[in-house]
């Protein structure tokens, strides 16, 4: 087979594919087109059913001029060369986010220019210009409403995926925005039932937006953190929580406020506060917020931090997503986060030198309640009776040794030895004072 040109139709499609590829990113790059420009209020609006997706800001809006030729691949106001790449103060910068979303929809912007009296309107499918010119309905201020409808239309495996699960990972999405983003009042409709899935309206900083989303009792367990590194090149800034959560889903990591995914910081972070006071005071607890009541093992922290450092320091041209980043100097990034989480940890009298698993905790401060004695069973070398005691499972040491059975022991008799024992704990009180006055 020879090597041949491919005509520009598929040319689009390949390229679109790897921005539009699922709901939720597609509203994330709508979501910062109007951050871009300016936006105060924005309000997002998604229809799994009849797949539509709606954002509507109060931005500077788009001139008649620049509308002509939006929604052409590579055509943005955001960098005119190559040279701009090393100075990015904005969230897009490719200019290829409406060409890709139009391409797998049908794609109406409505749009009012701050210094224009006049709504425009175009409409895009498949990529082409359908029409343009001025809109039926009049737009009463500055700003612009985008309507992607019928999207996938023309990639059935991508429109056979959509399900509840692309709601969710939207409303991850919108947490993060609005939690770097405090000024700007996010809002996300479930427009099948009508429903407000989570709103920022009302919140001046990232604590009230995160209490406002999680809830007061949360908010106000975030701590302040901020930590400029001894060179001034890099500083880190935001909250860390003094309580714990049982998945990944509180934290909230980003380098010049943009959301970052698939971090090793993010490990780094997290590694830092296992050795806190938090995390192994959790792990005595059962959890009670858990829809699953699982015990604490694998409690999580908690965190709102962003990473402040000069463009020049770090890449995000890996992926058309943005959220896959490379960094100069990897080392130190890494070193500068480490020690503003130690720092954080250490000035609060939250540290441990130990990790919890290697806490010899003595079981004088655990409280045990009476045992009911158990059935013994003449063949076993040692009782099954035990007291409570023998039971206890201090974080290092073994929660219990099977009884050995003699050679003569048939398997009647071994069904017939029970299980050990519940044991009760105290409150976690006594159990983190004691680590509190041993190891921070």
């Known amino acids: 087979m020879r090597v041949c040109a491919l005509p520009q139709s598929t040319i689009d499609v390949l ?53 002509r030729v939006v929604g052409i691949p590579y055509h943005t106001s955001k960098m005119h060369n190559l040279e701009d790449l090393d ?19 049908v794609m109406t912007i409505e749009t009012r220019h701050k210094n224009s009296e006049e709504t425009e309107s175009k409409v895009l499918r498949a990529g082409e210009c359908v029409s343009m010119g ?66 920022s309206v009302g919140a001046c900083s990232s604590r009230g937006v995160f209490s406002r989303l999680f809830g ?9 953190l901020r930590y400029a590194s001894p060179c001034g090149k890099y500083l880190v800034e935001g909250y860390i929580s003094l309580d714990t959560h049982y998945s990944t889903d509180l934290q909230f990591l980003y380098v010049n406020s943009r959301p970052i995914r698939r971090s090793f910081l993010q490990q780094v972070v997290s590694q830092q506060l296992k050795s806190s006071i938090m995390i192994a005071e959790a792990n005595q607890q059962i959890d009670t917020d858990n829809p699953y009541k699982r015990k604490k093992q694998n409690r999580h922290g908690v965190f709102i931090l962003n990473i402040v450092l000069p463009p020049t320091e770090f890449d ?38 130990l990790p919890p698993n290697k806490m010899n905790i003595p079981e004088s401060i655990i409280a045990v309640k009476p045992q009911r004695k158990h059935p ?25 040794s099977t009884p050995q059975l003699s050679r003569h022991a048939t398997s009647e008799k071994v069904s017939a030895i029970t299980s050990p024992p519940s ?18």
């Not at 309000?43 to 788009?62: M, W």
């Not at 989480?341 to 000035?347: D, E, H, P, S």
């Not at 069973?377 to 219990?400: I, K, Q, V, Y």
Request: proline residues 2%; hydrophobic residues 35%.
């Open 316 to 353: 995000i041209t890996h992926d058309p997503t943005k959220s896959l980043m490379s960094f100069q100097d990897e080392f130190a990034v890494k070193s500068v986060v480490k020690q503003a989480v130690r720092n954080f940890l250490v000035q609060g009298d939250l540290y441990c030198d």
């Open 87 to 105: 100075e990015i103060s904005t969230y897009g910068f490719r200019g290829e986010a409406l060409a890709s979303l139009s391409t797998f929809s």
């Open 423 to 440: 044991t009760t704990y105290t409150t976690s009180n006594a159990i983190s004072e004691w680590i509190s006055k041993n190891y921070s």
């Open 216 to 224: 007061g009792r949360k908010g106000k367990q975030l701590k302040r």
């Open 134 to 199: 001025k809109a039926h309905d009049h737009m009463h201020r500055q700003g612009t409403l985008v309507v992607v409808s019928d999207l996938f239309f023309n990639s059935a495996v991508r429109r056979k995926r959509i399900s509840e699960k692309d709601l969710e990972a939207t409303k991850r999405k919108m947490w993060a925005f609005s939690l770097i983003l405090p000024a700007i009042n996010f809002s996300l409709v479930d427009d099948t039932n009508t429903k407000t899935l989570m709103t």
């Open 15 to 67: 390229r679109a594919g790897q921005t539009a590829v699922d709901i939720a990113q597609c509203v994330e790059e709508l979501v910062l087109n109007a951050v871009d420009a300016g936006a105060k209020d924005i309000t997002v609006k998604v229809n799994l059913r009849d797949r539509v997706i709606s954002v509507k800001d109060n931005g500077c809006g788009i001139s008649f001029e620049d509308l």
């Open 376 to 400: 013994q069973t003449s063949d076993c070398s040692s009782s099954t009776t035990t007291t409570g005691a023998a039971w206890l499972s201090p974080l290092n040491t073994p929660f219990h």
